[in-house]
Nanobody
Framework: EVQLVESGGDLVQPGGSLRLSCVAS????????MSWVRQAPGKGLEWVSG????????SYADSVKGRFTISRDNAKNTVYLQMNSAKPEDTAVYYC??????????WGQGTLVTVSL
């Protein structure tokens, strides 16, 4: 069974940091581009970041560029999203998904990040 399970969501203060994790199973993880996508309360989905199978090439939405870092550990079938300098507008449910922007395939269940005092 193909599965993605996110973790790490929490309440963080503005300016703080948080690391999200997503563990994959049921497919050849290292062969796939992986993405993080978020949905803020009452808003649509926003693609946040992507990383290629080898972990060499990354891309980011302008809204998070310079603050978030995506990485992966193919030995652990895990993709990460390091969130620094968090802003209230980063509050959202964060999903990891296989595939890149525009062709997302399998999705996890999501993890909630709240940025607030």
């Amino acid at each position: 069974e193909v599965q993605l399970v996110e973790s790490g969501g929490d309440l963080v203060q503005p300016g703080g940091s948080l690391r999200l994790s997503c563990v994959a199973s049921g497919f050849t993880f290292s062969s796939y581009v992986m993405s993080w996508v978020r949905q803020a309360p009452g808003k649509g989905l926003e693609w946040v970041s992507g990383i290629n199978g080898g972990g060499i090439s990354t891309s980011y939405a302008d809204s998070v560029k310079g603050r978030f870092t995506i990485s992966r550990d193919n030995a652990k079938n895990t993709v990460y999203l390091q969130m620094n300098s968090a802003k209230p507008e980063d509050t959202a449910v964060y999903y990891c998904a296989s595939g890149g922007a525009g062709y997302l395939e399998v999705w996890g269940q999501g993890t909630l990040v709240t940025v607030s005092l």
